[in-house]
């Protein structure tokens, strides 16, 4: 009877464990759900499908990996100007036209490739789509007149005062002061050398000869050292700048990560309950520690440009005075985790107390320590990126401006590239040191 | 006999010499050390616009400035708390999002690419260079990128440190994985259980305090990005400092109301998150 009533209270306790058990497991995915549906509504997430700009999109997925040459005719004074991206440093000499456009007797022949051809002659402009016939435009007193076979498709947009057609091969504008086309090509275009240079348009191959072996181009010095020198100071690409820039956010997480391990070292051992017997300034320096990490760097960098003004050292300082907060914190913790009696058979040898921090302590802590620096090292790479677009240096503040043009998005992907690079490259050598440094433990 | 005395002779003078190398090289190792952290310094301050020593007997001239006029104007604080309240919410609301969509994410990632448990083991290795992958980009390039696809607002920052949470995690999530007890597993394929059941019953019980622990981590980082990433231009309150700071004076009561806001957000999230991440992994109170 007895073992018949407890295994009843023992089935209704288990039963009632299980529910609660099954309420806790419907509830914390309910939870969930309910605060994605509030965030949903709280961040306007069906506002932003109409804000979304999808024709941004396509810009962004065709300028990563094209770019385009704008052929454009001053309708004033009818002087045609073939240019890269439409930069000035991207021009061609007139005598260095690309086997696309030709220029006769004032006709100027535009071959988009496929069939499609654009000519600019006297004030007009003409524009054969294969399959679709010839779009013709000749100004007249102050409004364009437009032949086209109608009905007009809807890539073909036309009012009094511009015509602007749209095309796989590319575009065509007609307006009162100008007549352009935009051809796109699949490439990074002089991303070796400039029009100017000497060297611009040659195969591999020939270059290759040309460095090894082939006559001087500038009797001054060697070719390799010219294309280099070419290569480095390509004003398109800007490679010199961008390595430098790449080199300054390094630098702000070294020095950042590096110098807030050295600060927080020996306030660690202040602050850690086994070496400072004193109370108030363990408490005292926690806070402080806790004073670091809670001011955000993003708070730090504000205050700290104001007081160093833009750039690489500022970045640095900003990354370490937040991470003497953490690593002081981590530190402290290691060192009151250490075996004691290590530090005694030190002692016992007479060794003073710098002796013992030196031979009792540093060896027991040294791998945590490494591997949080490391580790800290490679996070801080892409934290220096981020405060270099707010301090104005490095890599961040380059990316910034690239995308703030809202133009040169081919060199807005050269960057990405580059910073995913220097961040892997960072994370493999700093796995690689914590290998070589302290085993393969961490 | 006398072979031992002559070799305790030479073991010591040896030793000697191998110490004497050893402080020698680690003497090198330390000057060129010293050398670089001088060099790069001195670098950076050359490419800096402001000198250290220009600077550093300014360093208080703006945290002063800020507090006098922040004194002066302490009426306000209040006022302006309440002001910055909603975006503050927005800046943890982003976080929070954040690390949940990217935990969620990342427990897929990982178990799809942890040796004895991944569904799929010939995939192992896709999996582990696409978390790689994701934890290389740095939030930065993808907020930007979507900034102008989606324009302004909390959704760019959102995704950008989801992108860069499910890297993160997925890679603690996995080696977390990988100290699993196979058993419960076992035990639940001999009753015919399925990938997502071995999973959820086998494997999730075993490694969800470490797991939970290391995403409340997170969240704390993340709360840090999505304030940083605000200045960017990504909403929250990083957006409403940036604003205040461009205004300069005559706003920086503003600036110390966000700093403030800013900064006990931060050290109650370090703190809470502290105390249960102790709970979770330790088992006890901190």
């Not at chain 2, 196979?182 to 990938?195: C, D, H, I, R």
Request: a neutral charge; hydrophobic letters at 50%; charged letters at 15%.
């Amino acid at each position: 009877m007895m073992s018949d009533t407890g295994s009843g209270a023992l089935r209704a306790e288990v039963g009632a464990l299980f529910a609660r058990k099954r309420l806790l497991a419907l509830a914390a995915p309910t939870a969930i759900l309910l605060y994605l549906v509030y965030v949903f509504f709280a961040f306007d997430i069906p506002g932003i499908a109409n804000r979304a700009r999808m024709d941004n999109v396509r810009i962004l997925l065709s300028d990563f990996w094209t770019y385009k040459t704008h052929v454009t005719r001053d309708n004033r004074s009818g002087d045609v100007i073939v240019a890269i991206e439409g930069e000035a440093k991207g021009t061609y000499a007139p005598g260095q036209l690309p086997d696309w456009v030709r220029r006769e007797d004032g006709v100027t022949r535009i071959d988009l490739g496929q069939g499609h051809q654009v000519i600019y002659e006297g004030a007009g402009a003409r524009y054969t789509v294969p399959g679709y016939g010839e779009i013709e435009i000749v100004p007249e007193g102050r409004a364009l007149r437009l032949t086209a076979p109608e009905p007009l498709p809807d890539w073909i947009n036309a009012s009094d005062t511009r015509v602007a057609v749209t095309t796989d091969q590319g575009r065509f504008s007609f307006t009162r002061n100008r007549t352009e086309v935009l051809r796109y090509q699949p490439g990074w275009e002089l991303f070796f050398f400039t029009l100017d240079s000497p060297f611009y348009g040659k195969p591999a191959l020939q270059l290759a000869s040309l460095a090894l072996w082939g006559e001087r181009v500038d009797p001054a010095r060697s070719n390799i050292g010219y294309m280099l020198a070419e290569f480095w100071t390509n004003k398109m690409w800007r490679h010199g700048d961008v390595v430098w820039a790449l080199f300054e956010t390094v630098l702000m997480a070294f020095l950042g990560t590096i110098g807030a391990a050295l600060a927080a070292l020996p306030l660690a051992f202040a602050a850690a309950s086994n070496f400072a017997p004193l109370r108030s300034v363990r408490y005292a320096l926690r806070r402080v520690f806790d004073f670091l990490r809670g001011v955000d760097g993003l708070i730090w960098t504000i205050i700290l440009s104001r007081a160093f003004g833009p750039g690489p050292m500022t970045g640095a300082f900003a990354i370490l005075l937040t991470d003497t907060g953490s690593f002081g914190k981590m530190f402290s913790e290691a060192l009151e985790n250490i075996d004691a009696k290590q530090i005694e058979g030190v002692q016992s040898t007479g060794a003073n107390a710098l002796q013992r921090a030196r031979f009792g302590v540093m060896p027991q802590i040294m791998p945590v320590l490494l591997s949080q620096v490391l580790y800290y090292l490679e996070s801080n790479t892409r934290s220096a990126t981020v405060i270099g677009a707010i301090v104005g240096g490095g890599i961040g503040l380059l990316l910034t401006q690239a995308i703030s043009t809202q133009k040169d998005w081919e060199e807005v992907s050269y960057y990405i590239v580059l910073i995913i690079l220097m961040v892997m490259a960072m994370d493999t050598l700093s796995g690689w040191l914590r290998a070589r440094l302290i085993g393969n433990k961490g | 006999m006398a072979d031992i005395g002559i070799g305790a002779a030479a073991v010591s003078s040896r030793y000697m010499a191998q110490v004497q190398r050893k402080r020698l090289y680690s003497g090198i190792l330390l000057t060129l050390f010293v050398l670089l952290m001088a060099a790069g310094f001195n670098l950076a301050e050359n490419r800096n616009a402001g000198g250290f020593l220009n600077g550093i007997t300014h360093i208080f001239d703006f945290p002063a400035e800020v507090l006098h006029e922040a004194v002066r104007n302490h009426a306000n604080l209040p006022a302006l708390f309440a002001q910055f309240l909603p975006s503050l919410i927005e800046t943890v609301n982003i976080a929070a999002v954040a690390t949940l969509l990217g935990a969620l994410m990342a427990v897929m990632l990982a178990l799809l690419s942890t040796r004895g448990l991944a569904r799929y083991p010939r995939l192992i290795p896709v999996f582990r260079r696409t978390m790689d992958a994701m934890r290389a980009i740095p939030e930065i390039v993808i907020a930007l990128v979507l900034i102008f696809i989606l324009g302004g607002g909390p959704v760019p920052a959102m995704i950008a440190i989801a992108f860069h949470t499910t890297g993160a995690l997925g890679k603690l999530f996995s080696e977390v994985a990988e100290n699993t007890d196979l058993k419960p597993v076992e035990g639940l394929a001999s009753v015919g259980a399925s990938w997502p059941q071995k999973m959820w019953l086998g494997v999730i019980p075993q490694v969800a305090p470490n797991w939970l622990s290391y995403a409340l981590l997170r969240f704390e980082i993340n709360i840090r990005a999505s304030s940083i990433l605000g200045f960017v231009g990504a909403g929250g309150i990083g957006y409403d400092l940036k604003t205040a700071m461009q205004w300069g004076q005559g706003k920086y009561d503003q600036v110390i109301a966000i700093f403030l806001l800013l900064f006990l957000t931060i050290v109650l999230v370090d703190q809470v998150s502290d105390h249960f991440r102790n709970r979770l992994v330790k088992g006890r109170p901190a």
